[in-house]
Nanobody, 124 residues
């Protein structure tokens, strides 16, 4: 089972990017699928999560109103639409899956499976 994250790149402040996370080997059904990010010298930070069965979502306060998490069930793919990007959004973005309780989803140590990460760079 592997997660493949893609869609990162270099964009100017105020621009947009859409990240994708696809799973190979199994479906996301029954899992929580999340996005984290890690900037150089900083800890891995929760960005957003989606409970695949039911569609419940959560966004970190720092990205509310700018980022949207969504899914394509048929393609077994998770998306993160990022609008109004800021230089402080610059980081490597990772997708990850877990079956933990919803209250623990912001803790990266509770995730067992991670994608390889995709670099997002926002220039000022």
């Amino acid at each position: 089972v592997q997660l493949q994250a893609s869609g990162g790149g270099l964009v100017q402040a105020g621009g947009s990017l859409r990240l994708s996370c696809a799973a190979s080997g199994r479906t996301f059904s029954g899992y929580i699928v999340s996005w984290f990010r890690q900037a150089p010298g900083k800890e891995r930070e929760f960005v957003s999560a989606l409970r695949w069965s039911g569609g419940t979502t959560r966004l970190a306060d720092s990205v509310k109103g700018r980022f949207t998490i969504s899914r394509d069930n048929a393609k077994n793919t998770l998306f993160l639409q990022m609008n109004s990007l800021k230089p402080e959004d610059t980081a490597v973005y990772y997708c990850a899956t877990t079956k933990i309780v919803w209250s623990e989803i912001e803790n990266p140590s509770r995730y067992a499976l991670w994608g390889q990460g995709t670099q997002v760079t926002v220039s000022s």
